[in-house]
């Protein structure tokens, strides 16, 4: 080692590695701000373009379709970015994000829909396998706090950006001229480019950063040597299937219920910025069941804290959907904390199991599994157009609680919250 070389724990590092990572929760919020514009205009799209008896359908292919590039896409990035090595990955991550999601609402038709979906999409699914290793790579010994705090950035951007983004929008109309829109589109794009620009400026990695996934920091060791992925995986794979049908599941009912809340309370006459402040609490509920996860995950056993996730949420969903008004948005809330507060510890323990080959652990407890979940929402869609929305919003809200015996599959794997269950 050189001596003018600092090492890895010293202070100014630190520094200077604590600066990145809020950077990165920062762009994380940015760009997921743009992630969750489109359930917030659905109803606008599927109504000006769907033919009659078909909204839910068309919903639930325009869900499908985002899910096939934003998570799906994930696995593809994530493969990519664990032989190369690059920034840019997240640069362009951001970049098409804010093109392709900020100018969906302006779309003139159902092809220019599906195009910008695919665009924003992209950019997501590059952005978020290697934003998420890093940001655990940076937190280093603080490795689940630092992914909670990460995702909590982005959920807190999926709740509250589409609301600033949406102000002007919503508060002149949509029926403003072509000339007037031009600005419009120039300040919603030109955050996220902004931030783009920004990206490799100050996200400068160095080589030497170790990815190698563990909750806590092993000083002195050295890196993992890399292995195949098969090498790797074939040892694990039942539980890693598990942990995969778990997750896909689970998000079956937290997509499905993001995305047709937003029909369902459009049918029930809520306006606009009702409507959207509704999905923006359930998705910032989201935000806070990931950050809560980060306190109890070294607490709480994790398959007790898995079970927990998986059994209470759906009666307090359930709940919501029986009830009006402040009980409706309690229960509302209360139920994706529960739901959300196993996302975490999914990632991680796909991560450890997968040790080397962290980006495409995280997109496949990320990416892979939202894809499913989004595509089974073509279903969704499909059933709700023949026997009703609201009763397919009362059975998708069970499903976690269908999944939960397979944690009997998960008992091998390592407790979280104690060190020891790792070795």
Do not use: C
């Amino acid at each position: 080692m050189q001596e003018n070389q600092k090492p890895a724990n010293s202070p100014p590092r630190k520094q200077f590695y604590l600066f990145q990572f809020i950077f990165l929760t920062f762009a994380h919020t940015i760009l997921d701000s743009y992630a969750t514009l489109f359930p917030h205009i659905q109803p606008r799209l599927v109504n000006r373009f769907a033919s009659v008896g078909k909204t839910n359908s068309l919903a639930g292919i325009f869900i499908a379709l985002y899910s096939v590039f934003s998570s799906l896409g994930q696995i593809v990035f994530g493969w990519l970015s664990d032989r190369f090595r690059t920034i840019h990955f997240l640069t362009f991550g951001v970049a098409f994000t804010a093109i392709g999601l900020s100018l969906v609402i302006y779309a003139p038709s159902e092809m220019f829909v599906f195009l910008l979906l695919a665009i924003g999409g992209i950019g997501i699914a590059a952005f978020h396998p290697q934003a998420t290793t890093y940001a655990g790579a940076l937190a280093a010994e603080t490795r689940g706090m630092g992914i909670s705090i990460f995702l909590t950035g982005g959920n807190i951007g999926r709740a509250l950006g589409p609301l600033a983004l949406l102000y002007i929008p919503y508060t002149l109309g949509f029926n403003y001229k072509v000339g007037d829109m031009i600005p419009i589109m120039a300040f919603e794009m030109g955050i996220g480019l902004l931030v783009a620009i920004l990206v490799p400026i100050v996200l400068k990695f160095e080589h030497d950063l170790d990815l190698t996934a563990s909750s806590r920091v092993l000083p002195d060791e050295g890196k993992t040597v890399r292995e195949s992925f098969w090498a790797v995986a074939s040892p694990q794979l039942l539980p890693l299937i598990i942990l995969f049908i778990i997750a896909s599941l689970r998000t079956v009912t937290g997509v499905g219920l993001e995305n047709f809340l937003s029909l369902y309370l459009d049918d029930q006459n809520y306006s606009d910025q009702v409507r959207s402040l509704i999905v923006a609490l359930y998705i910032f509920a989201g935000s806070m069941g990931i950050m809560g996860s980060g306190f109890v995950l070294t607490r709480v056993n994790t398959l007790t804290l898995l079970g927990f996730s998986l059994i209470a949420a759906p009666p307090l969903l359930l709940a919501a959907l029986h009830t009006k008004g402040i009980p409706f948005l309690i229960f509302l809330f209360l139920g994706n904390v529960v739901l959300s507060s196993s996302v975490t510890l999914n990632i991680i323990l796909a991560q450890m199991i997968l040790r080397g080959h962290e980006n495409i652990a995280s997109s496949f407890m990320m990416g892979a599994s939202w894809g499913v979940g989004g595509l089974l929402n073509l279903l969704v869609g499909s059933l709700a157009d023949k026997i009703g929305l609201w009763i397919v919003l009362n059975g998708l809200v069970l499903v976690p609680l269908v999944v939960s015996p397979l944690m009997v599959f998960l008992k091998s794997q390592p407790d979280l919250s104690n060190p020891k269950s790792e070795e």
